[in-house]
């Protein structure tokens, strides 16, 4: 989900704002209880709306590399690396029906899972996967059948977490099809409704509307706050949380990108893959390569202060942010990892001086809600 339309031109997006008669309406709704909450090593977190619950780990593999694009992915290697990802204590991994062939590798793994490791590790093992469907009419039986297919690639009785995404909201299905996947919960083939790349007035119809989500996965990093302005206030209002992706910009935010000139040819690392080339764009409609720079100094006189990497802070800086629930890191399953790197994040703990500096940089970049307006809109001009 992340990279599907990392084509699209930035400068064509507008502003889109929530009205105030909304946010009335959802101020005076009587909510059930939802929420998150962290356990007790800090690794993982539970995300709840009424009965229905599920703990994940706060830093989330993400396998969008296995659609193409990242370097071709073997199988076996794939399922080794995913075995030693959760191993390590990793062990939620994100997906969709539109990622290449990452349902069945999922459905590999858990199978290795149930056969080579003990029920301990089982127990915390989770997949999440999303739906993205065509534009078509939301019939029950559409529905049910989609996720069948999920169920089936995954080799899953029950869906840990089905994240919705629907592309126009002029089509009002997706109500429709939230309550057809309501009802799938309701009969346990899903065990968590929830969300992807929705905006904060959608989210609230949807609320409105009594659908139980738990969770809205949306872009969010250090240069891209949009969710903490219209989103952020409306989870606090209702308890939704965010689990964010390009949250490392597609490894943007990283040494790597420290101290290059990206205007001079073949003189920095190539944007070689989708994932960069989206974020770029996305830094060059925040503020460019220069205040950009200034930004990874920032974060490199932090992680050198905690002895951690540039991407731990950025990571770092996002959890511990109003709302979030997990961040996503991407997985180049058998081609590079980087598990130590990862699971460094839970033992850092940014202070008010790491704060204030990276504030400092970011308040010169401009506001993305103002250039691209509200979480996922950018896949919607």
Same mark, same amino acid.
């Given at each position: 989900m992340a990279e599907l !339309?990392?084509?699209?031109?930035l400068s064509k997006f507008t502003f889109g704002s929530i009205t105030k008669a909304r946010t009335k309406r959802i101020e005076k709704h009587s909510w059930r209880p939802i929420g998150c909450v962290l356990t007790e090593d800090n690794r993982r977190v539970v995300v709840k709306n009424g009965k229905d619950a599920l703990d994940i780990c706060r830093v989330v593999n993400g396998m969008w590399q296995t659609s193409g694009?990242?370097? &071709?992915i073997d199988r076996d290697n794939a399922v080794d690396a995913m075995l030693k990802y959760a191993d390590a204590g990793l062990t939620t991994f994100d997906m969709a029906d539109i990622y290449g062939p990452a349902e069945d590798l999922y459905g590999i793994f858990i199978n290795r899972? &149930?056969? #080579? &490791? =003990? =029920? #301990? !590790? !089982? #127990?915390?093992?989770?997949?999440? $996967?999303?739906?993205? =469907?065509p534009p078509v009419k939301m019939t029950s039986s559409f529905v049910r059948d989609s996720i069948n297919v999920s169920r089936k690639r995954m080799d899953v009785a029950s869906l840990d977490m089905l994240q919705f995404h629907w592309w126009d909201y002029a089509n009002p299905g997706y109500l429709d099809a939230l309550k057809h996947l309501t009802d799938l919960k309701d009969e346990g083939k899903i065990k968590t409704v929830a969300l $992807?790349?929705?905006? $904060?007035e959608r989210l609230q119809i949807i609320l409105e509307n009594e659908i139980p989500v738990v969770s809205n996965q949306v872009q969010h990093s250090i240069v891209d706050m949009r969710p903490q302005q219209q989103m952020a206030e409306l989870c606090q209002l209702t308890g939704v949380k965010l689990i964010t992706y390009g949250t490392v910009m597609g490894g943007l935010l990283s040494e790597k990108f420290l101290d290059t000139n990206l205007s001079i040819p073949f003189a920095g690392p190539p944007l070689n893959t989708p994932s960069l080339q989206k974020y770029k764009r996305m830094v060059d409609a925040w503020g460019g390569w220069s205040l950009f720079q200034t930004l990874l100094q920032t974060l490199k006189r932090s992680a050198s202060k905690h002895g951690v990497t540039i991407p731990n802070v950025a990571v770092k800086y996002i959890l511990d942010q109003r709302g979030v629930a997990g961040s996503m890191i991407g997985v180049r399953l058998g081609l590079s990892e980087h598990i130590q790197d990862s699971n460094a994040v839970f033992s850092l703990a940014l202070d008010e001086d790491d704060i204030s500096s990276i504030e400092e940089v970011t308040k010169k970049g401009k506001n993305l809600l103002q250039v691209i307006g509200d979480c996922g809109d950018e896949y919607r001009r």
């Open positions: !339309l990392g084509h699209y031109s694009g990242w370097g &071709r899972v &149930r056969q #080579e &490791r =003990p =029920p #301990e !590790l !089982l #127990e915390k093992v989770r997949g999440l $996967t999303k739906w993205v =469907p $992807t790349n929705f905006d $904060t």
